[in-house]
């Protein structure tokens, strides 16, 4: 399955022995402190290659083995439990909880009466002993058999009352986690504190559990699976008197217990927990599937390490452990400098992550990290990976500190420090050249002949800032530059005076601001009609536009505010105020009619034809991308030259095109770098757009910046 590693059956006595004690020593760490080298997918793997060795040589089965164990065998505690806290078996695929389900109904000899489908809470079991309704002892699952006296921690869990609602005696399971938020929570007071922040959740939770006499307190939170003493009819009747009791359950969260009557019902309740992983305010490793009658589960009985009807379908983890090999700092289109890590490659949910965001500078410190460390790593979904803390206990000795740079990597000037994102002290002129060239593009003002070495020369001479200046560009100031004739200066001051009648929409569209393509640019543009009422819009205004929510409205309003003196001098300079932004609605009518507007008011073509009207019509991805679909064929160079052709699929997508491997009619763009076959012929035969990585690389801009910058 995606991301899961399987680990080799040992091949001899020997190598099966290592591998029992790769896991005994791996079980022990992660029941300690959730500290370990093997990834929870790795772990998983080896005790099946142990399990696979074991069934094979029956008579070799070592007494250390972890298999059949209760927490691999690794954790001890002295205080007894009142009924042993067993484990669950696992399953790693709908097939194989198909055969599971079926298994169980053939022990039963009847169909299970109903299931009950929940998440797997990725935290660790505890069990809280209530007498007379008080919470009177808190105990971790240990080795099942006995666990260790956690009382202590009992009054920082969020969800396990002090006081039941009834004076009951009685036991209640269930799990002690950290959520996102009271995980970054406590790393902050960590590092306030100076200690060294938790790799991930779980190690915080196991963490804190154990901790006594801090100088701060870290916030749980518990969620009731169940209990001993409470006679309820089935599982989901057991859930909700646990609720009356005050516990909490996973009830109050998305991904709600739910009652299922068929196997059918089963799968697609995992599938929806599964996609609702990502948006979860805590970690799941899996879904629990448990026969919810309390009769079936009375007749199904338990084994000794696990109860025989309930099961876990576990999902790969977001978690992994590699190594930091490098940090490099990218100098983002408005100058900030931002630190992204160079990892050893490493699989997460069947996508190989080869670099992850650091945020900002003191965000390495906070994390104290160093070059050559074994690192957690995040990812969920469609996030930018990251870097979650160190393995600080698998340190050689052979690790460096990260250099941070002294001066922007880019044109050497000064690095404003003064924030937690480093910038360069000439903020978006750092990068005058980029957002130049950017504003110059096809899809922007389109000016031809700022593409290449142009920009660059302007930029040097100290003609242009920033945009605004190209429109008080002299023929004179042009002539003056090497490789300038009077043809060519005529053309691009011919192009220039065009692009000053381009329409709005292109004309926001070359400002960069973040979070804003072509598409979003659009939007705004019909939607307020011209700059003046743009500028004067405020976040509420911003987020009646499509697409644009709370956040990004703060952004663009605050990006704006920079901009405010290259905006002036548009304005001053008579840019995008010719033309009025036609009203936009989706349809043929509105569409001709927009594009014969802006085409005779701009008098040159630019932005109308078939792009005007195509813009004006359809209603698409955003991205520059939008609309187009991508073949990547061929290696690729410069800043793409990292980039695996997943890495390079997931761009395209989040440039808003459509990404596919293979060239067809269909496909609108090739990107073709050295050594491109078969398909670069074939999109020649099919009339496909062409370009190489570095003219690709201009065409995302923005985008990739943020991309690679992290
Ligand atoms: S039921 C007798 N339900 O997963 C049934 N366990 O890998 C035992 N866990 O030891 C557990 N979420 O720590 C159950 N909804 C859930 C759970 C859950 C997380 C943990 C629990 C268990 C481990 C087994």
């Given at each position: 399955?995606?991301?899961?590693?399987?680990?080799?059956?040992?091949?001899?006595?020997?190598?099966?022995?290592?591998?029992?004690?790769?896991?005994?020593?791996?079980?022990?760490?992660?029941?300690?402190?959730?500290?370990?080298?093997?990834?929870?997918?790795?772990?998983?793997?080896?005790?099946?290659?142990?399990?696979?060795?074991?069934?094979?040589?029956?008579?070799?089965?070592?007494?250390?083995?972890?298999?059949?164990?209760?927490?691999?065998?690794?954790?001890?505690?002295?205080?007894?439990h009142s009924v042993p806290m067993?484990?669950?078996?696992?399953?790693?695929?709908?097939?194989?909880?198909?055969?599971?389900?079926?298994?169980?109904?053939?022990?039963?000899?009847?169909?299970?009466?109903?299931?009950?489908?929940?998440?797997?809470?990725?935290?660790?079991?505890?069990a809280?002993r209530?007498?007379?309704?008080?919470?009177?002892?808190?105990?971790?699952?240990?080795?099942?058999?006995?666990?260790?006296?956690?009382?202590?921690?009992?009054?920082?869990?969020?969800?396990?009352?002090?006081?039941?609602?009834?004076?009951?005696d009685v036991e209640l399971r269930?799990?002690?986690?950290?959520?996102?938020?009271?995980?970054?929570?406590?790393?902050?007071?960590?590092?306030?504190?100076?200690?060294?922040?938790?790799?991930?959740?779980?190690?915080?939770?196991?963490?804190?559990?154990?901790?006594?006499?801090?100088?701060?307190?870290?916030?749980?939170?518990?969620?009731?699976?169940g209990a001993v003493g409470l006679?309820?009819?089935?599982?989901?009747?057991?859930?909700?008197?646990?609720?009356?009791?005050?516990?909490?359950?996973?009830?109050?969260?998305?991904?709600?217990?739910?009652?299922?009557?068929?196997?059918?019902?089963?799968?697609?309740?995992?599938?929806?927990?599964?996609?609702?992983?990502?948006?979860?305010?805590?970690?799941?490793?899996?879904?629990?599937?448990?026969?919810?009658?309390?009769?079936?589960?009375?007749?199904?009985?338990?084994?000794?390490?696990?109860?025989?009807?309930?099961?876990?379908?576990?999902?790969?983890?977001?978690?992994?452990?590699?190594?930091?090999?490098?940090?490099?700092?990218?100098?983002?289109?408005?100058?900030?400098?931002?630190?992204?890590?160079?990892?050893?490659?490493?699989?997460?949910?069947?996508?190989?992550?080869?670099?992850?965001?650091?945020?900002?500078?003191?965000?390495?410190?906070?994390?104290?990290?160093?070059?050559?460390?074994?690192?957690?790593?995040?990812?969920?979904?469609?996030?930018?990976?990251?870097?979650?803390?160190?393995?600080?206990?698998?340190?050689?000795?052979?690790?460096?500190?990260?250099?941070?740079?002294?001066?922007?990597?880019?044109?050497?000037?000064?690095?404003?420090?003064?924030?937690?994102?480093?910038?360069?002290?000439?903020?978006?002129?750092?990068?005058?050249?980029?957002?130049?060239?950017?504003?110059?593009?096809?899809?922007?003002?389109?000016?031809?002949?700022?593409?290449?070495?142009?920009?660059?020369?302007?930029?040097?001479?100290?003609?242009?800032?920033?945009?605004?200046?190209?429109?008080?560009?002299?023929?004179?100031?042009?002539?003056?530059?090497?490789?300038?004739?009077?043809?060519?200066?005529?053309?691009?001051?011919?192009?220039?005076?065009?692009?000053?009648?381009?329409?709005?929409?292109?004309?926001?569209?070359?400002?960069?601001?973040?979070?804003?393509?072509?598409?979003?640019?659009?939007?705004?543009?019909?939607?307020?009609?011209?700059?003046?009422?743009?500028?004067?819009?405020?976040?509420?205004?911003?987020?009646?536009?499509?697409?644009?929510?709370?956040?990004?409205?703060?952004?663009?309003?605050?990006?704006?505010?920079?901009?405010?003196?290259?905006?002036?001098?548009?304005?001053?300079?008579?840019?995008?105020?010719?033309?009025?932004?036609?009203?936009?609605?989706?349809?043929?009518?509105?569409?001709?009619?927009?594009?014969?507007?802006?085409?005779?008011?701009?008098?040159?073509?630019?932005?109308?034809?078939?792009?005007?009207?195509?813009?004006?019509?359809?209603?698409?991805?955003?991205?520059?991308?939008?609309?187009?679909?991508?073949?990547?064929?061929?290696?690729?160079?410069?800043?793409?030259?990292?980039?695996?052709?997943?890495?390079?699929?997931?761009?395209?997508?989040?440039?808003?095109?459509?990404?596919?491997?293979?060239?067809?009619?269909?496909?609108?763009?090739?990107?073709?770098?050295?050594?491109?076959?078969?398909?670069?012929?074939?999109?020649?035969?099919?009339?496909?757009?062409?370009?190489?990585?570095?003219?690709?690389?201009?065409?995302?801009?923005?985008?990739?910046?943020?991309?690679?910058?992290?």
């Open positions: 399955m995606t991301g899961m590693k399987d680990a080799a059956v040992p091949a001899s006595p020997a190598a099966y022995a290592t591998a029992v004690a790769t896991a005994v020593s791996a079980a022990a760490a992660y029941y300690a402190d959730g500290a370990t080298p093997l990834g929870d997918d790795e772990y998983d793997a080896l005790v099946r290659a142990i399990a696979a060795y074991e069934l094979a040589h029956p008579d070799e089965v070592l007494p250390d083995s972890p298999s059949g164990k209760v927490a691999g065998g690794a954790a001890v505690g002295d205080v007894p067993l484990s669950l078996e696992n399953v790693f695929s709908a097939e194989e909880l198909a055969d599971w389900a079926a298994g169980l109904e053939r022990r039963l000899a009847r169909p299970v009466a109903a299931w009950c489908v929940e998440p797997k809470l990725d935290g660790l079991a505890v809280a209530y007498r007379s309704g008080r919470l009177a002892r808190l105990i971790t699952r240990g080795d099942g058999v006995a666990g260790e006296d956690i009382s202590h921690a009992a009054e920082a869990i969020l969800g396990l009352p002090q006081e039941l609602g009834e004076p009951l269930g799990e002690v986690l950290l959520t996102q938020e009271q995980f970054d929570r406590a790393n902050e007071l960590r590092t306030a504190h100076g200690a060294t922040p938790f790799a991930n959740p779980r190690n915080g939770a196991a963490g804190t559990l154990r901790a006594k006499d801090r100088a701060y307190r870290v916030e749980l939170t518990f969620f009731a699976y006679d309820e009819s089935g599982h989901s009747a057991l859930l909700a008197r646990l609720a009356d009791l005050g516990a909490g359950t996973a009830a109050v969260t998305a991904a709600a217990p739910r009652r299922c009557a068929t196997l059918d019902e089963v799968q697609q309740r995992v599938e929806e927990i599964t996609a609702l992983r990502a948006e979860l305010p805590f970690g799941i490793d899996g879904v629990v599937i448990k026969a919810d009658a309390a009769a079936d589960q009375e007749l199904a009985g338990e084994g000794s390490r696990a109860p025989r009807w309930a099961v876990a379908r576990k999902l790969p983890a977001r978690h992994k452990v590699t190594r930091l090999l490098d940090v490099e700092w990218n100098v983002g289109r408005t100058g900030v400098i931002a630190p992204r890590a160079v990892l050893d490659p490493v699989l997460i949910e069947g996508v190989t992550v080869t670099y992850a965001t650091l945020h900002n500078p003191a965000d390495i410190t906070r994390r104290g990290l160093m070059i050559g460390d074994q690192v957690f790593v995040y990812r969920a979904g469609d996030v930018i990976p990251r870097v979650e803390a160190p393995l600080v206990e698998q340190r050689t000795g052979a690790e460096r500190p990260i250099a941070f740079p002294e001066a922007c990597p880019r044109c050497g000037d000064a690095i404003d420090t003064s924030q937690q994102r480093w910038r360069c002290v000439r903020g978006r002129g750092c990068q005058a050249v980029a957002s130049i060239r950017y504003a110059a593009g096809r899809d922007q003002l389109d000016i031809e002949g700022l593409g290449g070495s142009r920009a660059v020369q302007l930029v040097e001479a100290g003609f242009v800032d920033d945009v605004a200046d190209l429109f008080t560009l002299t023929k004179e100031q042009l002539l003056t530059l090497e490789r300038m004739g009077e043809t060519s200066t005529d053309k691009l001051l011919a192009a220039i005076e065009a692009a000053r009648l381009q329409p709005l929409a292109r004309v926001f569209c070359a400002l960069g601001v973040r979070g804003t393509g072509r598409t979003m640019s659009r939007r705004i543009a019909a939607h307020f009609g011209s700059m003046a009422a743009i500028r004067a819009a405020d976040q509420d205004a911003l987020a009646e536009v499509d697409g644009i929510g709370a956040d990004k409205a703060v952004m663009i309003i605050t990006e704006l505010a920079e901009l405010a003196p290259v905006l002036e001098k548009l304005a001053a300079r008579d840019v995008g105020q010719a033309v009025r932004e036609p009203v936009r609605r989706v349809g043929a009518d509105a569409g001709a009619g927009a594009g014969a507007a802006v085409g005779s008011a701009a008098g040159t073509g630019a932005g109308t034809g078939a792009d005007g009207v195509a813009d004006a019509e359809r209603v698409e991805a955003e991205g520059p991308l939008a609309g187009q679909a991508v073949v990547v064929t061929g290696a690729m160079t410069g800043r793409l030259a990292a980039l695996s052709r997943n890495e390079m699929n997931e761009l395209i997508e989040r440039a808003g095109g459509k990404a596919s491997s293979s060239v067809s009619s269909r496909t609108t763009l090739l990107v073709a770098g050295a050594k491109a076959g078969s398909k670069l012929g074939k999109a020649e035969q099919l009339g496909v757009r062409v370009i190489g990585p570095e003219e690709f690389a201009e065409l995302l801009g923005d985008l990739l910046g943020d991309l690679l910058g992290g």
